[in-house]
């Protein structure tokens, strides 16, 4: 396989893995769908509001995130090794809030169900 399909693979391989580990960024959608819910519920906004806010939230947080955390790795002055470790630091550490902050979403639906 040449240089070329190997870029192609990694960039896919990369999507899907990112696409699938939670970040902090999934706190933040999570809230603001929440407040949205309550309120198109108290018919503050419409329906197409919510989903257009939704899919704001949905489509704009976790770009974000990967760029910052692109951002700093790429702006840390240390050999590759240590951006390496760095980009990985910060995505364990994007995981485990992503995690926490589903876990408490999920058990607060528990106990309001």
């Known amino acids: 396989m040449d240089s070329k399909h190997k870029l192609?693979?990694?960039?896919?391989?990369?999507?899907?893995?990112?696409d699938m580990l939670p970040t902090p960024a999934d706190y933040?959608?999570?809230?603001?769908?929440?407040k949205n819910k309550?309120?198109?519920?108290?018919?503050e906004?419409?329906?197409?509001?919510f989903w257009q806010?939704?899919?704001?939230?949905y489509y704009l947080a976790n770009p974000a995130y990967w760029a910052l955390v692109t951002l700093a790795?790429?702006?840390?002055?240390?050999?590759?090794?240590?951006?390496?470790k760095i980009g990985l630091g910060l995505v364990a550490a994007g995981a485990v809030v992503g995690v926490i902050s589903r876990n408490i979403k999920k058990d607060n639906e528990l106990l309001n169900a």
């Open 8 to 18: 192609l693979l990694a960039v896919g391989i990369t999507a899907i893995v990112t």
């Open 28 to 34: 933040f959608v999570f809230k603001a769908e929440q």
């Open 38 to 43: 309550e309120k198109l519920e108290k018919k």
């Open 45 to 49: 906004i419409t329906p197409k509001q």
């Open 53 to 57: 806010r939704s899919a704001a939230w």
């Open 73 to 84: 790795v790429m702006t840390t002055k240390a050999d590759y090794n240590t951006k390496v």
